[in-house]
């Protein structure tokens, strides 16, 4: 048995992160929860959130997703992301600017557009993200 | 027999399309390498989320929603068809038609409705003389900017969802060119709704594992279904992509080879006229000296 908790987030433009963690919170639809190794299969919808990689006890990557399943089974834990965006590489004026980009973009659009809704969901994420940078 | 001067012409012309064909070429070689990137980006997502799909709805059973068991019914049938925005690709926009063509035939004469939905001008184009009053809509992709489609995706998904509840359709058939290497480009057609499995998800499920499920199986089906849909559509649109612009790069490499051979053998036929003339021209002069 290995001790060590498989983890990969990826979302639909990549794969953002694919290895070997000691433990991973991720933010479930129905509270927060910690994975580590020998979880029992446990399936949930996530929310817009932090999930946390922490390697002997301590944080070693912080990664921003929006919605999504988290996926544990025996072989390790899967994370399926519509967004997902590694915190460090991000700063409170880029996600500013995006903000005001898609602004304009929703607006552009008729009202009862599918894209906008789309849009919307984005304009959420970025909103979130824009908050949890913050703190 | 073409004058000198309109072989001259003739040359030159080909020899600037070749120039054109050339510059196709290669821009579209720059472009089918990031497209075909973004396909393999996209790929471990959708292979993941199939083989979620596949472990859920194993236990889901018959109870499970309209999206994956279908609305009982099959007789309105929605073929969505993906072509590219622009031509000079070959055979690639045809072959898609070809085969939404072909389907289109055999549910008619099943008796079953047909509905289409075009997405990209080609099919649109091709398709509205035949069948253009069973169109029921029409998505651009001329707005999309380097090969970002996760926003396209998106609206079609939503709008097929929305259309499937309102009971528009009962089923949803995407027709589209599947991205095998960069020679060989298949049509395919693959039913989105309800959603299909693919057969290898099928068998990557954990044995019926007991799962423990975050708010309930149904909703987290609810939400999984639509997202897959996407999923599906999305790989369909950037494999189409990469597809598109590796065939525009095989017929324009052919389109290049050709024109150099064209303009040898008007060369050939040039300088052949040419000779002609100076010896024309020759025996005049000797023939006019003669007569002195």
Do not use: C, W
């Given at each position: 048995m290995a001790d060590k908790l498989h983890f990969?987030?990826?979302?639909?433009?990549?794969?953002?992160?694919?290895?070997?963690?000691?433990?991973?919170i991720a933010p479930g639809s129905e509270g927060e929860f910690g994975v580590l190794v020998n979880h029992a299969p446990f399936m949930t919808t996530l929310k817009n959130g932090v999930v946390r990689v922490l390697e002997n006890g301590t944080t070693k990557m912080r990664i921003f997703v929006r919605g999504g399943f988290a996926d544990v089974t025996s072989e390790g834990l899967t994370i399926l992301a519509e967004?997902?965006?590694?915190?460090?590489?991000?700063?409170?004026?880029?996600?500013?600017?995006?903000?005001?980009?898609?602004?304009?973009?929703?607006?552009?659009?008729d009202k009862d557009d599918s894209a906008r809704i789309a849009l919307q969901e984005h304009f959420d994420y970025l909103e979130s993200l824009k908050a949890a940078l913050v703190h | 027999m073409p004058s000198l001067k309109d072989l001259k012409n003739r040359i030159s012309s080909v020899k600037s399309t070749r120039k054109i064909t050339k510059a196709m070429q290669m821009v579209?070689?720059?472009?089918?390498?990031?497209?075909?990137?973004?396909?393999?980006?996209?790929?471990?997502?959708?292979?993941?989320?199939?083989?979620?799909l596949a472990n859920l709805s194993a236990s889901a059973g018959a109870g499970g929603p309209k999206l994956l068991t279908g609305t009982g019914s099959e007789d309105t049938h929605l073929i969505v068809v993906l072509t590219a925005e622009r031509g000079l690709a070959g055979g690639f926009?045809?072959?898609?038609?070809?085969?939404?063509?072909?389907?289109?035939?055999?549910?008619?004469?099943?008796?079953?409705?047909?509905?289409?939905?075009?997405?990209?001008?080609?099919?649109r184009e091709q398709l509205s003389r035949e069948y253009g009053d069973m169109f029921v809509g029409h998505i651009d992709l001329s707005g999309v900017k380097g090969g970002d489609?996760?926003?396209?995706?998106?609206?079609?998904?939503?709008?097929?969802?929305?259309?499937?509840?309102?009971?528009?359709?009962?089923?949803?058939?995407l027709i589209y060119s599947q991205f095998k290497?960069?020679?060989?480009?298949?049509?395919?057609?693959?039913?989105?709704?309800?959603?299909?499995?693919?057969?290898e998800a099928e068998e990557a499920k954990l044995g019926n594992a007991l799962y423990i499920y975050e708010p309930s199986e149904e909703g987290i089906l609810e939400t999984?279904?639509?997202?897959?849909?996407?999923?599906?559509?999305?790989?369909?649109?950037?494999?189409?992509?990469?597809?598109e612009q590796a065939s525009r790069m095989t017929a324009m490499d052919n389109a290049t080879n050709n024109a150099g051979e064209m303009i040898d053998s008007l060369s050939l036929q040039y300088n052949r006229a040419r000779q002609a003339q100076i010896t024309k021209e020759l025996i005049e002069i000797i023939s006019g000296a003669e007569a002195l």
């Open positions: 990969s987030l990826v979302s639909p433009a990549k794969e953002v992160f694919s290895g070997e963690v000691d433990h991973v967004e997902a965006r590694l915190l460090e590489d991000v700063t409170a004026a880029s996600v500013q600017e995006e903000i005001d980009a898609t602004l304009l973009k929703i607006q552009s659009l | 579209a070689a720059a472009k089918l390498k990031r497209a075909q990137e973004a396909a393999t980006a996209s790929r471990p997502y959708a292979e993941r989320m199939a083989s979620v926009n045809t072959y898609v038609v070809k085969l939404a063509k072909q389907k289109i035939g055999e549910l008619r004469a099943e008796g079953k409705t047909v509905k289409i939905l075009t997405v990209g001008k080609k099919g489609f996760s926003e396209s995706a998106i609206s079609l998904g939503k709008k097929l969802t929305s259309d499937f509840d309102a009971g528009e359709f009962d089923v949803a058939t290497n960069v020679l060989s480009q298949v049509p395919t057609a693959q039913q989105l709704i309800p959603a299909s499995m693919p057969a999984l279904l639509p997202r897959y849909i996407n999923t599906q559509i999305l790989s369909a649109l950037l494999e189409s992509a990469a597809g």
